[in-house]
């Protein structure tokens, strides 16, 4: 005992050799994009050189274009990873708030803006609800978001049925602030004979937006925290509960974005549309380097990850492949990104 | 260790009994180490005749400790002692259901650990401490950042942490690591050191020493000293007296929720301290029942009481001290 409390009398001071030592590629390695990236550059080649097609810049395009429909929600969804909850509605709740936008603003024969506005709300809604049951129940998000994803869908499916007598939301082009709503929502420029859609900008800039909350605020501190811990962070004052319904209403506020997008892009919307896309979501995060166990991961490698989804989205088509052959490929990609995910938390959690 | 032992002016008093820990003369405990409160010798921190019953259940009975600026004072038990219900009154998780909590001299109830905190009571639990995959800065900081308009001052917040971090005796080149990366006893002293920093008066130590091997022990051992040396006042919760009798100045052992003894450094020892740990009172006890009921159960009582003795835990204190174990 004397001797336990007499060893650090003498106190040289405590020196973590292992961190001098580290090489710039480990640290690069240490990052939770390093996979990813590595991933993306590899199936970029590839597809590069199997299929011509892929080579030119409208097909890239496209690529992008694939990739920013999932990418957008794959932001949030990586953002709720870390804080350590899923929403399995995620998917269906896209397809939600553009019924409701859609059959509100057609049924009431408003301005498309109020559909949008209302659509808004709902979408926030249901985040809150999901958010709400998983922080007060504490029974886990899959579950609670499994309840509300089939609950979502069969709303979807059945209320459109049931107001329309069709399976498809009723064209909305000829609604009064339509065409400033697309504006918004879905233009498309044409740069150099390429045709953009602002999608892709707006999935970059919420992709910014989300890795500066993380990394440069103190909300970022409190998602990494609410997920690696949430004990410890309840302990010095973080409001645990408060982050995770946020980061719900983050999902659902995305999920309106991306209703909006594609309610405006095609006027109309299909009611059993969006189901599996929760799927896609968790894969472009886990790919990205989320761990599925939370406090650990970024908005960037989700944004990576949905890019390598839209490359082999698109590439296997380009390569003039059977698109039969598409989710072997995606789940394989998945499987080997949750290996390597596995592999560097250990190292990361290694203690002395 | 030996500044804890020798500590100035560090007369031994008489163990309060709880009956009379309520008296004025209890209130001057903090002038023995004098200048580091500022507040004319107010504990920080008195529990009197403290108690807590979760329905019919008695967690805690009739629990007297206090702590002042520049002292340690442990609390030792075996699990299920009471020891977590006194953390959390003392934290604010819980309120007493009898007795007062007195932080400076005042009566106080706490509804939160927030509010405990806001009088400079911060409770550094074992496991509780951080979160392993955030770099230490971060977790430094958690819950308390440093704000620059809405984003947060990162480059402040790394100096601070890591100056505040060398000022403990922990020279980190790199506070981007995750924190899971530092030992067990190093994560330990980043949350003490975090607690001083938010300018906590009264530090609680949840077992830090428990899951850790004995080299890891003696380094959060010597953050504890070196807390108090920096004028605060430490709760030491631990289950042993080997980590506990080098830096205590007070001893609280607790039993099935009641105090079996309430000590100065001066009115102990360290073999005395383990006796009564390993539960000396009951041995005793169990020999005199032994020897009472002949035969061969007799010869084993004869043996457990000579046991008894050689540990120094026996009934009759062999020195001075009239009260040493207080008992209902």
Request: proline fraction near 4%; glycine fraction near 12%.
């Amino acid at each position: 005992m004397a001797q336990t409390a007499e060893a650090p009398v003498t106190p040289p001071p405590i020196r973590d050799e292992r961190i001098g030592r580290k090489s710039p590629l480990a640290r690069l390695l240490a990052r939770p994009e390093a996979g990813a990236i590595a991933g993306a550059i590899v199936i970029y080649l590839f597809f590069f050189i199997i299929a011509p097609p892929f080579r030119n810049a409208s097909s890239f395009a496209s690529v992008l274009y694939v990739t920013s429909t999932y990418g957008l929600m794959a932001t949030p969804v990586a953002l709720l990873m870390i804080g350590g909850e899923f929403d399995l509605s995620a998917g269906v709740a896209v397809t939600s708030s553009a019924l409701c936008a859609s059959l509100f603003a057609f049924e009431f024969t408003t301005n498309a803006w109020v559909g949008v506005l209302v659509a808004l709300a709902l979408s926030l809604l249901i985040g809150f609800i999901n958010g709400w049951i998983v922080v007060k129940t504490g029974i886990p998000s899959f579950l609670v978001t499994l309840g509300t994803f089939f609950m979502l869908q069969g709303l979807n499916i059945a209320l459109t049925q049931t107001i329309t007598n069709q399976v498809s939301s009723p064209d909305i082009s000829t609604l009064q602030g339509f065409s400033s709503a697309r504006a918004v929502f879905s233009a498309s420029w044409t740069i150099g004979g390429v045709s953009i859609r602002t999608s892709i900008v707006y999935w970059i800039v919420f992709c910014a937006i989300a890795t500066w909350i993380l990394l440069r605020t103190h909300l970022g501190n409190w998602i990494f925290s609410a997920g690696g811990s949430p004990a410890s962070a309840r302990a010095v004052g973080v409001p645990v509960a408060r982050v995770k319904i946020g980061l719900f209403m983050a999902v659902g506020f995305m999920a309106w974005f991306t209703g909006m997008h594609t309610l405006f892009l095609f006027n109309t919307i299909q009611s059993a549309q969006g189901i599996g896309n929760e799927f896609v979501y968790i894969i472009a995060a886990v790919v990205g380097g989320c761990l599925l166990t939370g406090g650990y991961g970024s908005a960037i490698g989700a944004a990576i990850g949905a890019l390598i989804f839209g490359m082999v989205n698109q590439g296997i088509v380009y390569a003039g492949w059977n698109p039969d052959w598409f989710t072997f490929f995606v789940g394989a990609l998945l499987l080997g990104a949750i290996l390597l995910n596995t592999y560097i938390r250990r190292r990361a959690e290694a203690s002395a | 260790m030996s500044t804890p032992q020798n500590t100035p002016g560090g007369n031994p008093r008489h163990a309060k009994d709880p009956a009379q820990a309520g008296t004025p003369a209890a209130g001057t405990a903090g002038l023995r180490k004098g200048n580091g409160n500022g507040n004319g010798g107010v504990p920080l921190v008195r529990l009197v005749n403290a108690g807590k019953r979760y329905g019919a259940v008695i967690a805690l009975h009739d629990i007297t400790m206090e702590v002042g600026a520049r002292e340690v004072t442990c609390v030792l038990g075996d699990n299920g002692a009471g020891k977590s219900t006194l953390i959390k009154i003392i934290a604010g998780l819980h309120q007493p259901s009898t007795g007062t909590y007195e932080v400076e001299g005042k009566a106080v109830t706490f509804d939160s650990p927030r509010q405990a905190l806001e009088h400079g009571i911060a409770t550094v639990y074992q496991d509780l401490a951080v979160v392993p995959l955030m770099p230490v800065w971060r977790n430094f900081f958690l819950g308390a950042e440093v704000k620059k308009g809405v984003r947060m001052n990162i480059a402040f917040m790394k100096k601070t942490c890591k100056d505040e971090l060398l000022a403990m005796g922990i020279d980190l080149r790199d506070v981007d690591q995750p924190i899971g990366t530092l030992s067990g006893g190093e994560r330990q002293c980043v949350a003490i050191s975090r607690a001083v920093h938010f300018g906590a008066k009264v530090l609680i130590l949840d077992e830090p020493t428990a899951a850790l091997g004995v080299k890891q022990s003696g380094v959060v051992l010597k953050y504890i000293i070196q807390a108090r040396e920096r004028g605060l006042g430490v709760i030491f919760i631990t289950h042993n007296p080997h980590h506990a009798y080098p830096v205590g100045d007070r001893f609280l052992l607790l039993n099935r929720g009641r105090s079996i003894g309430y000590f100065e450094k001066g009115q102990i020892t360290r073999d005395e301290l383990t006796g009564l740990m390993a539960g000396g009172a009951e041995l005793e006890q169990l020999s005199h029942e032994l020897e009472s009921a002949g035969g061969a159960a007799a010869d084993i009582g004869h043996v457990l009481s000579e046991e008894v003795q050689e540990l120094g835990i026996h009934h009759e204190p062999s020195a001075g001290s009239d009260a040493r174990i207080s008992q209902e």
